[in-house]
């Protein structure tokens, strides 16, 4: 059987009020990914206290500071060690099976990049954590090769890609196909993880939302894993959901390929039992500038 850890990338948004975030975050969820650990080093005290405030059963993933995977590129130097170290103890304090390793586009794993980290990892106490590896640029032989013989986590987001790594493990930061992690999961989008989730023979499956929505399609992704329904995105539905994610943050006068851009990426209820992108219908309305809500409102209403 599978486990599901379904969580997001920090709790710092998840807002509830007279509770702190991470208190009333993992009461909704089972997981989290530390954010914070990429761009600070907290004092132990502070780590100590996150695993104070939450369940026994809940578990943390740790980002490792970007100064090992961004600055210093993973090169067997005292620092690294220094700083890996550290991330280690985070871990262990917070009982985290997973240290995150993102490594940035612009550092390709050539053969020499390889063997400085195969040396970095090799030589390194990790204390039984699991290394998670996010390598945005291009997967080489040698990055392949590297993960395979040091029994790294393959990190693929699971709604653009496969993992090319076995493991008992899957591990996934969703940031959905938009521009950055601008970016809502539609139903479709997110049954589309699941099946591919389901067609991996896998032990636990990690799943760390990012886009800007990661709250509710994590949880839309939770409920419908419990109970095979998605939760609605909105109070309303059809040309009412639209007016509603429109009257967000909507600034006008916008022509039609803007507001494409700007609000076409977020879901709507189109009906109770379907959420589609926005995008689906601001391209079906007339090619010209907008001056309100109201006005795409009639717009959409007439293609709807």
Not at 46 to 53: A, C, G, K, L, N
Not at 137 to 149: G, I, K, P, S, V
Not at 150 to 167: A, F, K, M, N, R
């Amino acid at each position: 059987m599978t486990d599901y850890l379904i969580g997001t990338g920090g709790w710092a948004y998840f807002n509830v009020p007279n509770k702190p975030p991470l208190k009333a975050y993992s009461e909704i969820f089972n997981f989290v990914e530390v954010n914070y650990t990429f761009y600070e080093y907290p004092d132990m005290r502070m780590v100590e206290q996150w695993r104070r405030t939450v369940p026994e059963g809940f578990t943390f993933a740790v980002r490792c500071h970007q100064d090992l995977t961004h600055r210093i590129r993973l090169k067997p130097v005292d620092e690294a060690y220094s700083v890996l170290s550290k991330m280690i103890s985070y871990c262990k304090v917070l009982d985290a099976p997973f240290l995150v390793l993102e490594t940035p586009a612009s550092y390709v794993i050539n053969n020499e990049e390889a063997e400085r980290a195969r040396d970095l990892f090799s030589s390194s106490r990790l204390r039984g954590v699991r290394l998670v590896w996010e390598l945005r640029a291009t997967l080489t032989a040698a990055a392949l090769d590297l993960m395979r013989d040091l029994d790294i986590i393959e990190c693929v987001d699971l709604s653009t890609g496969t993992p090319s790594v076995e493991s008992n493990v899957v591990y996934s930061r969703l940031f959905g196909k938009g521009k950055h992690n601008i970016y809502q999961f539609t139903d479709d989008e997110l049954l589309a993880v699941d099946r591919k989730v389901r067609s991996i023979d896998t032990r636990i499956v990690a799943l760390s939302y990012h886009g800007v929505r990661m709250n509710i399609d994590a949880a839309r992704f939770m409920q419908y894993r419990k109970t095979g329904q998605f939760i609605a995105v909105t109070d309303f539905m059809g040309i009412d959901s639209a007016r509603a994610v429109l009257v967000e943050d909507a600034q006008f006068p916008l022509s039609k390929s803007k507001l494409i851009e700007n609000q076409g990426w977020k879901v709507i209820d189109l009906t109770l039992d379907k959420r589609v992108h926005l995008s689906e219908f601001l391209a079906r309305i007339p090619d010209k500038t907008y001056n309100s809500v109201d006005e795409v409102a009639a717009a959409l209403e007439a293609v709807m």
